[in-house]
């Protein structure tokens, strides 16, 4: 694996940020996922659904597809494995690795590691690295630490995501339903699904299956291949290696200048060392001047010949400064530095008192005077604590024996007043709400009047409402009254007799009075 090649921004990134560069890397390389993908994975679909038809038990068929499923994430793994280093894969090349590529561990994950809730983040150490079992089960150990959470979540999330999709997918056509039909369908569909299942609504939910793990099963692959990469880089430093690896490239660049700038600036030092060298052989007395140096300077002290060359020098000044340079303190120094580091001992170190002052007789009176009245204050205040307890003990020893609770308050039932309404609807409609009304039975009377509104609904529009029909199928069957005025007055009277009986709502004596008298208006009845 070359990571110089990576076609990513390598860094140590927060587990977040891996499995967000993960789905980066699925949506760069989206066609070179989705093609193979689809291709392959379809005639599967196909295969399996007919072995279901033939089974009589389609069930089998989606279990099947789904346990399927780390087999067919190899397809983004390898996509993206390969377009991180920048040579994404063409369809052809990823349909013909599918035979002989990543079979070595997926064998395990399709067995006892199908459940395991870190798929997404385990499988590339099987898959992209090599070594035996037991070194691959070190790998996964340390590369799983960290991150192992995270991967669990993610698994959760997709699980999730699939989940909800097919729901909409099945949402989805009931939203083409007619609102009037919608009962009906639903309760028509219950029965479907209970009883006896036609094979066309098992393939339907199969495909909703499919296309949700589709959708879904890449970014999964994608941000656990995220996560690897992330945990890499912090336990190997591959963001410090490929650093390296960039600075030794360019000065691998520069290495001819530096070799040409180092012989020109060489060659005139050369050439004087040699030059010193001759001097030093023919005149012998500027040894005593090497021999006066330090003797720390020992063999490899340099002359002042060698040093100025064959021009004349004070040898004289420049030994007195050299032996003043080797005389400064700082020069080869030395300093001590402690610290403090806690001994583990349980034996406490034995204290000497010899080195403390006496603090003479009266001092010492003292200092035991206050500590005997600063305990005897302590033992009053605790004497005080138990007397306050001992006298309120009747309070809280109770909730100790476990009977103290607080009883509380029985609330008493709630009075319900069941709406008594006469089989046969009285001549005088109007009149027997204004008595119920005034009597202080406002329910009653707006269940007398929603009642005969639909009496007048039944005729008027000519329909046959079921027993025990809802206000929503009275408002539905009022749309087919010849007349605007009476459907929006049996309207307003659903929405005066709903707002009683659900909400609480009480109509005042005004807006009562205005609608006995709309309803007299327009329907005829007697006031």
Same mark, same amino acid.
């Given at each position: 694996m070359r990571i110089?090649?990576?076609?990513?921004?390598l860094r140590a990134r927060s587990q977040w940020e891996a499995m967000e560069l993960g789905t980066a890397l699925v949506r760069r390389h989206a066609g070179a996922i989705w093609k193979p993908w689809v291709l392959l994975t379809l005639p599967v679909f196909a295969l399996l659904n007919l072995l279901g038809w033939w089974l009589d038990?389609?069930?089998?068929?989606?279990?099947?597809?789904?346990?399927?499923?780390? %087999?067919?994430?190899?397809? @983004?793994?390898y996509v993206i494995s390969r377009g991180a280093f920048g040579a994404e894969p063409t369809t052809g090349q990823t349909l013909r690795a599918q035979w002989n590529w990543g079979w070595r561990g997926v064998g395990a994950y399709l067995g006892w590691r199908r459940l395991s809730p870190a798929r997404s983040l385990l499988m590339p150490v099987d898959l992209l690295e090599g070594g035996d079992a037991?070194?691959? +089960?070190?790998?996964?150990?340390?590369?799983?630490? %960290?991150?192992?959470?995270? %991967?669990?979540?993610?698994?959760?999330?997709?699980? $999730?995501?699939?989940?909800?999709?097919?729901?909409?997918?099945?949402?989805?056509?009931?939203?083409?339903?007619?609102?009037?039909?919608?009962?009906?369908?639903?309760?028509?569909?219950?029965?479907?699904?209970? &009883?006896?299942?036609?094979?066309?609504?098992?393939?339907?939910?199969?495909?909703?299956?499919?296309?949700?793990?589709?959708?879904?099963? @890449?970014?999964? *692959?994608?941000?656990?291949?995220?996560?690897?990469?992330?945990?890499?880089?912090?336990?190997?430093?591959?963001?410090?290696?490929?650093?390296f690896r960039r600075l030794r490239e360019r000065v691998a660049g520069l290495a001819p200048m530096?070799?040409?700038?180092? %012989?020109?600036?060489?060659?005139?030092?050369?050439?004087? +060392?040699?030059?010193?060298?001759?001097?030093?052989?023919? &005149?012998?007395? $500027?040894?005593?001047?090497?021999?006066?140096l330090p003797e720390s300077a020992g063999a490899a002290a340099i002359t002042p010949q060698q040093l100025f060359g064959a021009a004349p020098a004070d040898t004289a000044g420049f030994r007195?400064?050299?032996a003043r340079a080797?005389?400064?303190? &700082?020069?080869?120094?030395?300093?001590?530095?402690?610290?403090?580091?806690?001994?583990?001992?349980d034996k406490k170190p034995d204290t000497d008192d010899s080195d403390k002052p006496d603090p003479g007789p009266i001092l010492g009176a003292i200092a035991k005077f206050a500590a005997l009245i600063g305990e005897s204050i302590l033992w009053i205040l605790l004497g005080a604590l138990l007397v306050a307890l001992a006298l309120t003990a009747r309070w809280w020893l109770p909730w100790f024996r476990g009977d103290g609770r607080r009883s509380r308050d029985v609330q008493a039932p709630a009075l319900q007043e069941a709406l008594q309404l006469p089989e046969v609807l009285p001549p005088d409609i109007l009149? *027997?709400?204004?008595?119920?009304? +005034?009597?202080?039975?406002?329910? $009653?009377?707006?269940?007398?009047?929603?009642?005969?509104?639909?009496?007048?609904?039944?005729?008027? *529009?000519?329909?046959?409402l079921p027993p025990g029909a809802t206000e929503a199928q009275c408002l539905r069957a009022s749309r087919k009254m010849p007349q605007e005025a009476d459907r929006n007055l049996f309207a307003r009277m659903v929405r005066f007799w709903q707002y009683a009986a659900y909400a609480g709502r009480l109509p005042s004596d005004e807006e009562f009075d205005a609608l006995i008298k709309e309803l007299h208006q327009q329907y005829g009845w007697p006031a």
């Open positions: 110089d090649q990576l076609d990513v921004a038990n389609f069930w089998v068929s989606s279990f099947i597809l789904w346990w399927l499923k780390p %087999a067919f994430e190899r397809i @983004p793994l037991s070194q691959r +089960r070190g790998r996964r150990h340390a590369l799983g630490g %960290a991150a192992y959470g995270h %991967a669990a979540l993610l698994t959760w999330v997709c699980w $999730h995501f699939e989940a909800m999709l097919q729901f909409a997918g099945v949402a989805l056509i009931f939203m083409f339903v007619p609102v009037e039909l919608l009962s009906e369908s639903l309760r028509a569909t219950w029965e479907l699904i209970g &009883q006896d299942t036609p094979a066309w609504a098992w393939i339907g939910f199969n495909l909703l299956a499919w296309l949700a793990m589709t959708m879904i099963s @890449p970014f999964y *692959s994608g941000a656990g291949f995220g996560l690897y990469l992330n945990r890499r880089t912090q336990l190997e430093a591959w963001d410090v290696e490929i650093a530096l070799v040409l700038l180092l %012989a020109v600036f060489a060659l005139p030092s050369l050439q004087a +060392r040699a030059q010193d060298s001759a001097d030093t052989q023919n &005149q012998g007395n $500027h040894k005593d001047a090497a021999e006066a007195q400064a050299a080797y005389e400064d303190p &700082q020069l080869g120094a030395k300093r001590s530095v402690t610290r403090w580091v806690r001994k583990a001992s009149g *027997s709400a204004r008595r119920l009304w +005034r009597e202080g039975k406002p329910r $009653h009377a707006l269940a007398l009047l929603y009642r005969a509104s639909v009496e007048v609904l039944v005729e008027r *529009s000519n329909v046959v």
